[in-house]
C-alpha cells in the first residue's frame, strides 16, 4: 500500500507536493495502489515514483514529470498526459486505453503489454519504446516518433499511424489489420510476418524494409517506396497496388490465393493482382475477350479537318457493335509512343489507319506493322497519295490491305461495311487459319 505520509502531502496539492519533492531529493516517494481516481495532477514532481497498481483513472497529469516512475499494472484509462515527460517510466501491463499522450515524451518507456486501446498519442515521442505485445486498437498515433521502438507482436488494429515516424522500428508479428499507414515512415523496419490485411498503405515510405512473411491481403498501397524492400512470403490476395517503386526490391512467392485456397504465387507484386483477376475472375475474362474481339484501334491525324472524321468513323464502328479506341499521335509531344501503339494494336482484333495528310502515321507503322500481325486496313481521301514508303508495307506484310480510298465523310461511312470492316474480318479469319 502507498505510504501514508506521502499520500497526505500529495493531497495537499500540486504546489505543496512539488516544493515538498524538492526538498526531500532523495526520499523513495511510495504511492503504490493509491486511489487517485481523477485528480489533477497537472505538472506534478511524480519522478521516480513507485505508482504501482495506483488507479489514476481519469487523473490530469498533463506537463507532469514521471521520469522513471513505476506505473506497472496501474490504470490509467482517460488519464491526459498532454506534454508530460515518462522518460523510462515503467508502464508495463497498464491500463492506459482512452488516455491522452499528445506531445508527451515517451522516450524510452517501458509499455509491455500495457492496454493503449483507443489512446491518442498524437504527436508523441516513443523513440526505443518497448511496446512488445502491446494492446494499440484503435489507438491514435497520428505524427508519432517510433524510431527504434520495440513494437514486436502489438495489436495495432485500425491503428492511425499517419505520418509517423517508425524508422528502424520493429514491428515484426504486429497486427496492423486495416491500420492508417498515410506517409508513415518505416524506412528500415521490420514487417516480418507482420498482418497487414486491408491496411491503407498511401504515401509511405518503406525503404530497406523486411516485409517476409507479411500478410498483405486486400491492402491498399498507393504511390507507395519499396525499393530495396524485402517482399518474399507475403500474401497478396485481393490487394490494389498503384504506382509503386519497387527498384532493387527483392520479390518471391508472392501467394495470390486466400489462405483456404490451393496455394498459387508469383514473383511480381504489380502483377500479382492481375493475374489472379485473370484466374477468378468471370468479368474480367469477359472484358478481355470482348475486347479482342471487339476492339478497333483508329490511327490518323487529329487535325481539325482530319480529327472530324475520325470522330465520325469512330461513332459509325459503334454502330457496328465494335469498341473504337482513337488514338492521337500528336501528344504528349516528345514521347515515344511505339510501346503504346503496339500494346493497342495487339488487343485490337484490326487497325484503321487514316492516310489522308499523314503526320506521325508513316513512323508509327514502320516501326509497328513488322512485329504486329493483326490486320491494317487504310483508308485515303480520294486525290490523295499513299505516302512513299506505305507500298514496300503492302508488299512485305500481307495483313496491311488495300487503301480504301473514299470521296466525302459521308460515303466513307456509308460504305464502311462493305470496303473497311468485311476487308479487315475476312484478313482477320485468315490469319487465324494459319
Known amino acids: 500500500m502507498a505510504n501514508p505520509e506521502h499520500l497526505?502531502?500529495?493531497?495537499?496539492?500540486?504546489?505543496?507536493?512539488?516544493?515538498?519533492?524538492?526538498?526531500?531529493?532523495?526520499?523513495?516517494?511510495?504511492?503504490?495502489?493509491?486511489?487517485?481516481?481523477?485528480?489533477?495532477?497537472?505538472?506534478?514532481?511524480l519522478n521516480d515514483a513507485d505508482l504501482y497498481e495506483a488507479n489514476l483513472e481519469g487523473a490530469i497529469l498533463s506537463e507532469a514529470d514521471l521520469r522513471g516512475a513505476n506505473l506497472a499494472l496501474a490504470t490509467l484509462a482517460q488519464v491526459t498526459f498532454r506534454e508530460s515527460d515518462l522518460d523510462g517510466a515503467n508502464l508495463s501491463g497498464a491500463d492506459l486505453h482512452e488516455a491522452s499522450f499528445s506531445r508527451a515524451n515517451l522516450g524510452g518507456a517501458n509499455l509491455h503489454k500495457a492496454n493503449l486501446s483507443k489512446t491518442d498519442f498524437f504527436d508523441a515521442d516513443l523513440a526505443n519504446t518497448n511496446l512488445i505485445e502491446a494492446k494499440l486498437?484503435?489507438?491514435r498515433l497520428y505524427r508519432s516518433d517510433f524510431r527504434k521502438a520495440d513494437l514486436r507482436g502489438a495489436n495495432l488494429q485500425g491503428a492511425d499511424l499517419g505520418k509517423s515516424d517508425l524508422r528502424n522500428a520493429n514491428l515484426s508479428g504486429a497486427d496492423l489489420y486495416q491500420a492508417d499507414l498515410n506517409g508513415t515512415l518505416l524506412i528500415d523496419a521490420d514487417l516480418s510476418r507482420a498482418r497487414l490485411e486491408e491496411a491503407r498503405v498511401f504515401g509511405a515510405d518503406l525503404l530497406r524494409a523486411n516485409l517476409n512473411g507479411a500478410d498483405l491481403s486486400?491492402?491498399?498501397?498507393?504511390?507507395?517506396?519499396?525499393?530495396?524492400?524485402?517482399?518474399?512470403?507475403?500474401?497478396?490476395?485481393?490487394?490494389?497496388?498503384?504506382?509503386?517503386?519497387?527498384?532493387?526490391?527483392?520479390?518471391?512467392?508472392?501467394?495470390?490465393?486466400?489462405?483456404y485456397e490451393p496455394t498459387i504465387q508469383v514473383d511480381n507484386l504489380e502483377i500479382a493482382q492481375f493475374v489472379y483477376l485473370l484466374l477468378n475472375n468471370d468479368r474480367?475474362?469477359?472484358v478481355i475477350n470482348t475486347i479482342t474481339s471487339k476492339a478497333v484501334l483508329i490511327l490518323g491525324r487529329f487535325s481539325k479537318e482530319r480529327k472530324a472524321v475520325l470522330d465520325a468513323l469512330r461513332d459509325e464502328l459503334r454502330n457496328h457493335d465494335f469498341l473504337?479506341?482513337?488514338?492521337?499521335?500528336?501528344?504528349?509531344?516528345?514521347?515515344?509512343?511505339?510501346?503504346?501503339?503496339?500494346?493497342?494494336?495487339?488487343?485490337?482484333?484490326?487497325?484503321?489507319?487514316?492516310?489522308?495528310?499523314?503526320?506521325?502515321?508513316?513512323?508509327?507503322?514502320a516501326i509497328v506493322i513488322p512485329t504486329t500481325v493483326v490486320p491494317l486496313q487504310t483508308i485515303l481521301l480520294n486525290g490523295q497519295r499513299e505516302y512513299a514508303m506505305f507500298g514496300?508495307?503492302?508488299?512485305?506484310?500481307?495483313?496491311?490491305?488495300?487503301?480504301?480510298?473514299?470521296?466525302?465523310?459521308?460515303?466513307?461511312?456509308?460504305?464502311?461495311r462493305d470496303h473497311v470492316i468485311a476487308p479487315a474480318e475476312a484478313k482477320v479469319i485468315e490469319l487465324r487459319q494459319k
Open 392 to 416: 514496300d508495307l503492302k508488299r512485305r506484310y500481307h495483313w496491311v490491305l488495300k487503301p480504301y480510298q473514299y470521296e466525302s465523310e459521308q460515303a466513307l461511312l456509308a460504305n464502311l
Open 137 to 139: 486498437v484503435d489507438a
Open 284 to 286: 474480367i475474362q469477359h
Open 218 to 259: 486486400k491492402a491498399t498501397l498507393l504511390t507507395t517506396n519499396l525499393r530495396d524492400a524485402i517482399l518474399t512470403e507475403c500474401h497478396v490476395y485481393g490487394i490494389s497496388a498503384w504506382n509503386l517503386y519497387l527498384e532493387g526490391a527483392v520479390q518471391s512467392n508472392l501467394v495470390i490465393t486466400p489462405h
Open 8 to 45: 497526505a502531502k500529495l493531497n495537499e496539492g500540486v504546489e505543496a507536493w512539488n516544493r515538498w519533492r524538492k526538498e526531500n531529493p532523495d526520499v523513495a516517494v511510495d504511492l503504490k495502489k493509491a486511489n487517485l481516481r481523477k485528480k489533477d495532477l497537472r505538472r506534478a514532481k
Open 324 to 365: 473504337p479506341i482513337l488514338f492521337d499521335f500528336d501528344k504528349p509531344d516528345g514521347k515515344d509512343l511505339t510501346g503504346t501503339i503496339t500494346t493497342l494494336a495487339n488487343m485490337a482484333r484490326f487497325v484503321i489507319a487514316d492516310l489522308t495528310e499523314p503526320s506521325s502515321v508513316p513512323h508509327e507503322l
